[in-house]
């Protein structure tokens, strides 16, 4: 059982940065690939960023694309999310997923562990 603990959520204004981290109990963590997803009051939880074990493939949705970062720190057994020029339509629970296997996947049943989740505010 992989356990994710999200942190680095708040309340920001537009235009400011945060970064999310997420560490996982895993210690084969740099086995999986990582990912993060989001869901905003009355959406469904939609794909944010993923990344590969080895950080070899990165893939974003395309609303975030230009703006957030993901990185992983294996030693750290650490995943990141790195938000620029956070905008109000941002304002989302973001979660942190583990999949199973090295390769990653924008999809929800692509993952297989997930985090509780960090509320990320984003006033205009």
């Known amino acids: 059982q992989v356990q994710l603990v999200e942190a680095g959520g708040g309340l920001v204004q537009a235009g400011d940065s945060l970064r999310l981290s997420c560490a996982a109990s895993?210690?084969?963590?740099?086995?999986?690939?990582m990912g993060w997803f989001r869901q905003a009051p009355g959406k469904e939880r939609e794909f944010v960023a993923a990344?590969?074990?080895?950080?070899?493939?990165?893939n974003y949705a395309g609303s975030v694309k230009g703006r957030f970062i993901i990185s992983r720190d294996n030693a750290k057994n650490t995943v990141y999310l790195q938000m620029n020029s956070l905008k109000p339509e941002d304002t989302a629970v973001y979660y942190c997923?583990?999949?199973?296997?090295?390769?990653?996947?924008?999809?929800?049943?692509?993952?297989?562990?997930w985090g509780q989740g960090t509320q990320v505010t984003v006033s205009s």
């Open positions: 997923a583990a999949r199973l296997g090295s390769i990653s996947g924008s999809a929800y049943d692509d993952y297989h562990y």
């Open positions: 895993e210690r084969t963590f740099s086995r999986l690939a």
């Open positions: 990344i590969t074990w080895n950080s070899g493939v990165l």
